[in-house]
């Protein structure tokens, strides 16, 4: 049985259950007409993907085809499906080939931080924010760890790259938003920052930069981060996604976003994400809109990324709709093949020392060394420290719009009076870690130090109290 046959026959079955899980198309039932219509047209336009496809199973945009194909039907990527499987594994060589040409920026001793990495136009290579937010949803809805994805901290490069808004090509809202989004559902970390930037960047007649498409994508990024218990009671971002939805909503009346098929196609996701009555924003007209110019090809446009973007419209998904739940069955499938081939694959880990040193003139007061999950950010290792090691290491922190900031280890406080803080060093570091507790993922063997000293002795690893405040 071919491929295409094999998917027709499959979503006879599957397709129902997909609309179902997500509330329906427009909320009608599963034999309505036009339900059935937007069936048909759904397998003509992934008939058409795949007739894209290049000689390597991948696609020009592999990541976002790779993303509409698993978003738009969980049981796409399947251990007994050849092809998926193929197309999945060029996406991870893709993944790590762009990884592996971006450019290491090293900063030069008492450079403020991220000035190079960020200016340096050379440092993303081919993965800017947006491009690498594609790569992470798309991972991560097929079942990767994208926290540690074959060594690289995905989660944690987005969180870094995150913070270079507004310079070089990173200047646009759909980026910022799509990067928010991907932190969200990928389990990264969403700080008041990211709320405070998105919120920030709403024009006084409530809709975002390039208009329609930048808005809908902050409103699927803020629809899914306000789920969230941080952020599920902030009154401000609650008002800001309702201005932007009702900005939205003006979309079908405009002959800029009606008569563009990608704006109309991210315009129903975006309604979907924040659960909008389908009689209050059109989806039954917007529907049989997308299914009348889609192609005699079954494309739409005869563009790749717009196709992509139309197949969620024609079942009902959106970004925020990622289903993982079946990726503990694919890690089941996947341990029984290797089984077969007698292959035992342990959890992947890291050996780490840690030490704590409360005078510059003395030894290593306390050391610890464990073996730590490879996943482990330093936030994550001292916690498991405290938790089991008796009470020789304990420590407080609090949180701050830079993330974690570490006020004392072992009963030691910092002192803004004296200036004597807690500065962190590591054997591959020696002049300070560059990143917070939060967002650095130490090595393998490697040698952490946490050192009270005066603040000239305190690097960029560790800011002080007073730098949170002045915002320095």
């Excluded at 894209?52 to 020009?60: D, H, K």
């Excluded at 941080?230 to 971002?237: C, G, H, M, P």
Aim: aromatic letters at 8%.
């Amino acid at each position: 049985m071919t491929r295409r046959n094999y998917e027709f026959c499959l979503l006879i079955v599957i397709l129902p259950c997909i609309l179902g899980a997500s509330a329906n198309l427009c909320g009608l039932q599963d034999d309505n007409e036009l339900v059935s219509e937007a069936r048909d047209s759904y397998q003509k336009a992934v008939d058409w993907l795949y007739s894209q496809q290049n000689n390597q199973w991948g696609w020009e945009h592999t990541p976002s085809i790779v993303l509409s194909l698993q978003m738009t039907n969980p049981n796409w990527f399947h251990i007994d499906d050849l092809e998926s499987q193929l197309n999945v594994k060029q996406l991870q060589i893709e993944t790590l080939a762009a990884l592996a040409r971006r450019k290491n920026v090293k900063r030069k001793i008492g450079e403020p931080k991220h000035v190079n990495y960020c200016e340096d136009d050379e440092t993303f290579g081919e993965l800017s924010t947006g491009q690498l937010a594609y790569h992470i949803l798309a991972l991560h809805a097929t079942c990767h760890d994208v926290i540690d994805f074959h060594g690289n901290p995905l989660i944690h490069l987005l969180e870094r790259q995150m913070k270079c808004f507004k310079t070089g090509n990173f200047n646009n809202y759909f980026q910022y938003g799509l990067g928010v989004l991907a932190l969200c559902n990928a389990g990264g970390k969403v700080k008041k920052q990211h709320v405070t930037e998105l919120m920030k960047g709403q024009y006084s007649d409530d809709g975002y930069q390039h208009c329609h498409d930048s808005t809908a994508m902050v409103m699927m990024a803020l629809s899914c981060v306000s789920k969230l218990p941080e952020f599920s009671n902030s009154t401000k971002l609650n008002s800001t996604l309702q201005k932007a939805k009702n900005f939205l909503k003006q979309c079908p009346a405009r002959k800029d976003c009606l008569g563009n098929i990608h704006s109309l196609a991210l315009y129903t996701q975006a309604m979907k994400s924040v659960d909008e009555d389908p009689t209050e924003w059109g989806c039954e007209a917007v529907t049989r809109k997308l299914i009348k110019v889609q192609q005699q090809s079954g494309s739409f446009g005869e563009h790749l990324m717009t196709t992509m973007q139309v197949l969620p419209s024609l079942v009902g998904a959106h970004y925020g709709s990622i289903d993982t739940n079946g990726c503990r069955q694919v890690e089941e499938d996947q341990e029984k093949v290797d089984a077969g081939f007698g292959i035992n694959i342990a959890p992947p880990h890291k050996y780490i020392k840690i030490s704590v040193i409360t005078d510059e003139n003395s030894s290593n007061e306390l050391m610890i060394e464990r073996i730590v999950a490879a996943d482990s950010s330093l936030y994550d290792i001292m916690v498991t420290l405290a938790t089991e090691h008796g009470g020789a290491f304990n420590f407080t922190a609090s949180d701050s719009e830079w993330g974690r900031y570490v006020q004392s280890i072992n009963g030691v406080a910092a002192d803004s009076k004296a200036e004597r803080f807690w500065a962190i060093y590591s054997n591959l570091h020696p002049d300070g870690l560059m990143l917070g507790v939060e967002d650095y993922y130490p090595a393998d063997k490697e040698h952490i130090s946490f050192k009270y000293g005066y603040r000239g002795q305190c690097h960029d690893g560790q800011r002080s109290a007073e730098d949170e405040d002045t915002g320095r």
